[in-house]
């Protein structure tokens, strides 16, 4: 018998079915190059990724401080979980940095979202997923950093390594440019940097055995103006650190999947490069293996390296150096300070890449020695297989890419801190193209495990110290009301006195805190934006949590109106 | 321990664990067949779908598209119950309502390489697990987006 059907509804857009408006402010239609020059001349907004194109992650506002942040309430949550397979299915973290622009906030989640809110309440205004495959090749989580902004767009990558533009008033698609080989075992996970008329994204995918690039982007069109190479192929500068009779250059790493800084004046974009592939095992890339766990200063109109800073030379620990770049004068020089994975803190004159000061910043540090100038004494390393070698910091570093930050105001750099060791198993491995390549077996320690924030001058002196029981990986805020925000894997969000390390304020988020936190104000309210979800690498940054309790929620705090004792009451208007 | 699909595929009918509430409440890892897309006169990709009576699959549920762009999935319900499909499309995803003895026709951009999902879940009576599928795009990326370096050797 022939079945007579009736004919279905027609399908949904899935966002049409909730309370999404679907339309912004076009608020972003203003955000050109030159304000984001000046992010900081508007401390309302936070218009790029690190909040202005130093790396600080400082935000002038003050109307939280020290004398009321023990008042600080949620103000409002977002909340949105994961819809049926995605790829890195236990990985999924909210790690992103929410940009802000006139009570408009731009979030990423994972598995391709993209969310603009209402930076006052919360509502969500509209919502673009990109479709990922499930099995898109992912060493480090179902992740997303952020997005960048300018000229009416919003700039985002999705996993599966393509560059988006969207539309920012409506979440529509303007272009879409691919840039990186699924195949390969790319991925990417980088909030974008808008540097003149170009968007520059990084990739990722260090342990596949692949080879590090940045791209530049038109802002308009799309069309890309440049790739730059962190890996030279034979005959080019920096090719002599690699074998001259292998193909190991082309599976060399040195992705670049955290943010850069950016210098006007110099116009030199700085951008820190990971590990070169395969992580531990080093005898298959004699050499320093240039430009891998290193600092390249590029110039953002033509994609060249002007100069780099190698960080770990031949790494065989997994030290990427992709983390934070903060830009910071002193005595009128141009400096450049940088937390290495490695467990040192330098300092270089970001004129030319010179070393000024290396001190380090974490108290277990057996892989190595780096003296004052820079030279590197190696003493524990994996070198025969199958046998066990244990090393302080393990792998996920002695800090992680969250961020540090520094306030100008008290002249203080504030670093999470990861005290973990690890022990590590030689396994060579053959190379196959998209396939895990790190040569090695890994365990982190689950025991013997501490963290830190610490606050260190620019000559690397502590000047005080909180300890945690846990690792800290979250990025720090600094913010002009003399604290400092960092959020602990065990749910807690934190407030410190800036200059004492005093612990003013805490709030129990319900799930672990891997992410880059922001603050703005709208209508002279000043907010502190928390996103919060334990996931991504855990058993590296945070090894005997990985069954601590998911989330994907986003905190948004203030302090409640006077009179009030917190924020529930009558509905926005 | 079975060695062969054939084998396996007689073990799990043995046990009834390929029915649904016999031996197991529900249907062990349920699905149907596997089906090509094929480009149509308008440059699309097609393919159809049918959930048949008190299976709770879809059928084919893995559908391979020769190359990313456009799919046209037409759904048809065999089945005495309501289902629906969640589809992966770049921008949003795609919701369809699918009502006892419908049909219908829902189309889904899917430009990349890789392994897509598709299910039930937005349907709150769906039986245990509900019905999953996958669209598997073929082909490599773009050119432009390949990594400089010789050829390398692949699994």
Partial sequence: MTQEYVEAPAALDLSSQSAVVGQAPPVVEDVTYERILEARTEPHNWLTYYGAYNGQRYSPLDQINTENVQRLAPAWVFQFGPTGLHAGQSTYSFEC???????????TGWDGLVWALDAKTGQELWRYQHAIPFDTPLCCGNVNRGVAVAKGKVFAVTLNAHVIALDAATGELIWDKPYGDVRAGESATVAPLVVKNLVIVGSSGGEFGNRGHLDAFDLDTGERAWRCYTVPKPGEPGSETWPDDSDAWARGGGNTWVTGSYDPELNLVYWGT???????????????????????????????????????????????SNMEMILFDLLDRKLLAHFDKNGYFFVLDRTNGELVSVTPFSDRITWGEIDANGNVTRKVEPENEG?????????????????????????????PVQDTGATIILRQKEFKEGLPYWGASVGVDKIDMQGYVKAIDPTGKEVWSWFNEVPMCSSVLATGGDLVFVGEPTGEYNAFNAHTGELLWQFQCGSGHHSAPTTYSVDGKQYIAVPTGWGSWVEGFGP?????????????????????SGHAGPPAQ | MTTSEDELSAAVNELGLDRQNKAALGRLLPHGGLAHAEEGPDGRLHAQVRI????????????????????EIEFFNDDANDHSAILPNNGDKKLQWLPVYSRAKVTVNLDAPGTYWFGSGALGNDEGRGLMGAIAVMGDVPEEAKLDRPDQPRP
């Fill in chain 1, 387 to 415: 046998e066990p070698v244990h090393f302080w910091p393990g792998p996920a570093g002695a800090k992680e890419w969250t961020h540090a930050a520094y306030s100008p105001k008290t002249q203080l750099f504030y670093v």
């Fill in chain 1, 97 to 107: 940095a929410p940009i802000v622009v006139d009570g408009v906030m731009y979030v």
């Fill in chain 1, 544 to 564: 005997g949590l990985v069954g601590a309790p998911k989330g994907t929620a986003l905190f948004v705090f203030a302090l409640p109106e006077e009179g009030s």
């Fill in chain 2, 52 to 71: 048949p009576p008190d299976e709770l699959v879809y059928n084919p549920s893995i559908i391979v598209m020769p190359r990313g762009g456009e799919l």
């Fill in chain 1, 274 to 320: 990971g590990n070169p592939g395969p992580d531990f095992d080093g005898s298959v890339r004699e050499g320093d293996n240039l430009y891998t766990d290193s600092c390249i200063a590029v110039n953002p109109d033509n994609g060249e390296i002007v100069w780099h800073y190698q960080f770990t030379p031949h790494d065989v620990w997994d030290y990427d």
